[in-house]
């Protein structure tokens, strides 16, 4: 028994950095159209991303929603490759749009999620990601501090991809075999 994997070639986008940042106490923003692609963000503040806000003094004892947005483009040569938005954690519950439209939500602030946005970006063009977060504190929470706290990238594969492998090998040292398990996903 034999088989052969190839290397699947993909290409990472960061979009850590600073980010367009704005507080939102009133939970105003969806009605202000906060989340829309063209909204003119240029007046709010920059948070850097990997990061939380408690870390700034202005923001430190802040707990409710607050904004998030950045323009990224991905190039026109990867038009039929499989884009993923990946965030590695956002605490705690956060909302997504790419270029205005809704693209889901995640509510377990410590975990990593993505998002597949191939049909929901402009290849070749400027694209608006816009995350609404929210770190109200949470039963079990041992502190609230809100942000979009780890790494957040785009993530350019073949549409086709191995995303998890687990190899099992169960040797038989007197028959000198071994029982092979491989479970796939993709």
Avoid at 12 to 23: E, V
Avoid at 70 to 92: A, G, I, Y
Avoid at 106 to 125: A, T, V, W, Y
Wanted: glycine share 6%; charged share 25%.
């Amino acid at each position: 028994f034999s088989f052969v994997l190839f290397a699947q070639e993909s290409k990472t986008i960061s979009l850590n950095g600073d980010w367009s940042f704005k507080i939102d106490p009133e939970f105003q923003g969806e009605s202000s159209g906060f989340e829309t692609k063209d909204f003119d963000a240029t007046h709010w503040e920059k948070m850097e991303v990997p990061g939380n806000w408690n870390l700034h003094n202005l923001y430190s004892e802040y707990s409710g929603d607050a904004w998030y947005t950045r323009t990224f483009k991905v190039d026109e040569s990867q038009k039929n490759q499989l884009v993923r938005l990946v965030f590695e954690s956002v605490f705690n519950d956060c909302k997504v749009w790419i270029n205005g439209k809704f693209i889901g939500e995640n509510h377990l602030g410590f975990m990593p999620f993505q998002f597949d946005i191939s049909k929901n970006i402009e290849f070749g063009k400027e694209n608006r990601i816009t995350v609404l977060v929210n770190n109200m504190f949470k039963k079990g929470a041992m502190w609230s501090w809100g942000g979009i706290r780890r790494p957040v990238s785009i993530e350019i594969t073949n549409p086709t991809r191995i995303d998890y492998q687990h190899i099992t090998a169960l040797p038989d040292l007197k028959k000198g075999t071994a029982d092979v398990q491989i479970k796939i996903a993709a």
